[in-house]
């Protein structure tokens, strides 16, 4: 499977912002998908994790409350809602798969795509 996010740009604290995953390639609905960020100069870290029909989502504690992760199978792609974002969210932003379980480390993984960055200014 392919993986292409988007939706990434510069936004204030408080702010707003839906970031895509869309994919292609193998049946989508296979694939359980999870996102994570990377800041600079900070290791990769989970943010979100959905199941194959979107009903069991998982989320780190630094955005629980906050983010919504959610996914419709009929168009292959996958949404991570942000919202009241902080300046702490600032990071690139990528989506990954796996055909296993619903991991929160990246290892558990097996297909990334590029990222899209996202900037809180404060």
């Known amino acids: 499977v392919q993986l292409q996010a988007s939706g990434g740009g510069l936004v204030q604290a408080g702010d707003s912002l839906r970031v895509s995953c869309a994919a292609s390639g193998r049946t989508f609905s296979s694939f359980i998908i999870g996102w994570f960020r990377q800041a600079p100069g900070k290791e990769r870290e989970f943010v979100a994790t959905?199941?194959?029909?979107?009903?069991?989502?998982d989320y780190a504690d630094s955005v629980k409350g906050r983010f919504t992760i959610s996914r419709d199978n009929a168009k292959s792609t996958v949404y991570l809602q942000m919202n009241s974002l902080k300046p702490e969210d600032t990071a690139v932003y990528y989506c990954?798969?796996?055909?296993?379980?619903?991991?929160?480390?990246?290892?558990?993984?097996?297909?990334w795509g590029q990222g899209t960055l996202v900037t809180v200014s404060s």
């Open positions: 959905i199941n194959r029909s979107g009903v069991r989502k």
């Open positions: 990954a798969a796996t055909l296993t379980f619903m991991p929160t480390k990246s290892s558990g993984y097996d297909y």
